[in-house]
């Protein structure tokens, strides 16, 4: 559920950032459908792996997830 890559963050960063990842660390870039919990600094992933959450980033975090959250249930809402 984690792999490693080369290059750096940024650069994946911003490659991915419109396809559905998300920065939580300086050390971690995760996929929102993967993310199972965001709560005590930490995000919680499907695998059930625990990353660190930035307080830089908290914020952005759960607001980006939230988005995604509602555009999917707007999409499944609509779904045949």
Same mark, same amino acid.
């Given at each position: 559920c984690?792999?490693?890559v080369c290059g750096t963050l940024k650069e994946y960063e911003e490659r991915l950032?419109?396809?559905?990842?998300?920065?939580?660390?300086?050390s971690y870039l995760v996929n929102y459908r993967y993310i199972y919990a965001v709560? $005590?600094?930490n995000v919680r992933l499907t695998c059930?792996?625990?990353?660190?959450?930035s307080r830089n980033?908290?914020?952005m975090t759960k607001k980006k997830l939230l988005?995604?959250?509602k555009n999917r249930a707007?999409? $499944?809402e609509f779904a045949i």
């Open positions: 984690v792999d490693r950032n419109n396809m559905g990842f998300i920065r939580i660390h300086k709560q $005590n600094g059930g792996r625990e990353l660190p959450l980033r908290a914020d988005e995604f959250l707007i999409k $499944n």
